[in-house]
């Protein structure tokens, strides 16, 4: 069975996502089937993706803008812990854990993203569980480089406030 051929749009995804470190070892097939079931979203400046505490629908890979991730503090003040810029993921741990969002996510100037949503997710697995534990496997690494990330910043933070 032939597929049909790629939009311009899923031909502009996957010539990104080929791009993208975090997809090195997936085929020309395996990235063509994902961005089939991937899609864009467009933020103005000053535009949430998602507030803490939304529920977790999609993770995305900003293509191009900068993304600030900040969480609300104790004293209701808002701390901007990362930015995100061109290539970096987010919203990953939604795909895994379904929990709602852990941070707010503001478009700090006009930014463009790569999406998978849940559904998008769930059909990929349908159509190829091997991709779709394949996708899991990177998601997981990048679940376990941000929380080294995280830890070694924390050690930072407590060593400096001794």
């Known amino acids: 069975m032939t597929q049909k051929p790629l ?25 063509t089937l994902l961005a089939r079931h991937m899609s864009y979203v467009q933020l103005n400046k000053g535009e949430f993706l998602f507030v803490e505490g939304d529920k ?4 995305g890979f900003v293509l191009r803008g900068l993304l600030e991730v900040f969480k609300t503090i104790e004293t209701g003040e808002s701390v901007v812990i990362a930015r995100l810029t061109k290539g970096s993921p987010i919203g990953e741990m939604a795909l895994i854990d379904k929990s709602p ?18 559904k998008g997710f769930d059909l990929l697995m349908e159509k190829s569980p091997a991709l779709g534990v394949k996708v899991i496997q990177k998601i997981a690494r990048l679940l ?9 910043r924390l050690a930072d933070l407590l060593q400096t406030h001794k």
């Open 56 to 59: 977790g629908t999609f993770m």
């Open 7 to 31: 939009t311009e749009t899923e031909e502009n995804t996957r010539t990104f996502l080929l791009n993208l470190p975090v997809f090195n070892s997936f085929d020309d097939d395996e990235i």
């Open 101 to 118: 969002r852990s941070a707010s996510v503001l478009a700090a100037q006009p930014t463009t993203l790569i999406t998978l949503t849940d």
């Open 144 to 152: 376990s480089l941000n929380m080294r990330r995280t830890s070694s």
